[in-house]
């Protein structure tokens, strides 16, 4: 938990940009009729009955000093999706950073090791040595920022009915161009020091 609150408090570094990441999943529900609008006295009108359109990921990635979130929508979350997502990150996000502070939880396709499933050797290395991977605790997930972005997103955007992969990546991409271009940030008041005091009981207890 310290090491990942120490993370926060760095100042900004473009040669190691700071960089929460996490990811949900939204079903995919198309109407059986079209929806009716809304009028004057007359609320929008939808029919009860649905279609089941499958599954899609969404990996979200959001920089807390620059106020930068990207979400890519993917078909699945295996170790190879977030090998592709993290190549991205690198390469088209952050092609000129030395390191990016990577700021995760524990899932087991979150390391090093999925890189090599996706890419050769040489090329996975490469990536891998561009990473400084901070991971949440076990059970402190929301010490992830990009977690409250998530729940912005769906908050936001997700609350509603979506039929179709190709209709979710143009409201995601209209949601986060109106939250980059605001620069919208969270608001992070959490550290160590208020950890240790909120969360004193989770530390030992030193006997002298």
Same mark, same amino acid.
Request: aromatic share 10%.
């Given at each position: 938990?310290? @090491? ?6 760095? #100042? ?9 990441? @996490? ?11 079209? #929806?009716?609008?809304?009028? #004057? ?10 279609? =089941?359109?499958?599954v899609s990921q969404l990996f979200l990635w959001y920089e807390p000093l620059t106020g930068r979130r990207h979400v890519a929508v993917r078909d699945h979350k295996g170790a190879v999706d977030w090998a592709e997502v993290i190549a991205e990150l690198l390469e088209v996000h952050y092609p000129t950073a030395q390191k ?26 490469? *990536? ?48 986060? =161009? ?10 992070? =008041? ?11 009981? *989770? ?6």
């Amino acid at each position: 938990m310290e @090491d990942v609150l120490r993370v926060y408090q760095l #100042p900004y570094d473009s040669d190691y940009p700071q960089v929460c990441l @996490d990811e949900t999943n939204k079903q995919l529900i198309g109407e059986v009729c079209p #929806p009716l609008p809304g009028q #004057p006295g007359q609320p929008y009108r939808y029919e009860s009955h649905y279609l =089941r359109a499958g599954v899609s990921q969404l990996f979200l990635w959001y920089e807390p000093l620059t106020g930068r979130r990207h979400v890519a929508v993917r078909d699945h979350k295996g170790a190879v999706d977030w090998a592709e997502v993290i190549a991205e990150l690198l390469e088209v996000h952050y092609p000129t950073a030395q390191k990016v502070r990577l700021v995760m939880d524990q899932l087991n396709t979150h390391a090093g090791g999925s890189l090599y499933q996706a890419f050769a050797p040489a090329p996975a290395r490469a *990536l891998y040595e561009r990473l400084e991977i901070h991971y949440t605790p076990k059970h402190g997930s929301w010490l992830n920022m990009a977690e409250i972005e998530l729940s912005v997103l769906t908050g936001q955007c997700l609350n509603r009915r979506i039929g179709s992969k190709e209709e979710l990546e143009r409201e995601v991409v209209a949601w986060q =161009r109106q939250r980059n271009e605001a620069q919208a940030r969270i608001d992070w =008041r959490f550290t160590t020091d208020t950890a240790r005091i909120k969360l004193k009981k *989770l530390y030992p207890t030193i006997v002298t």
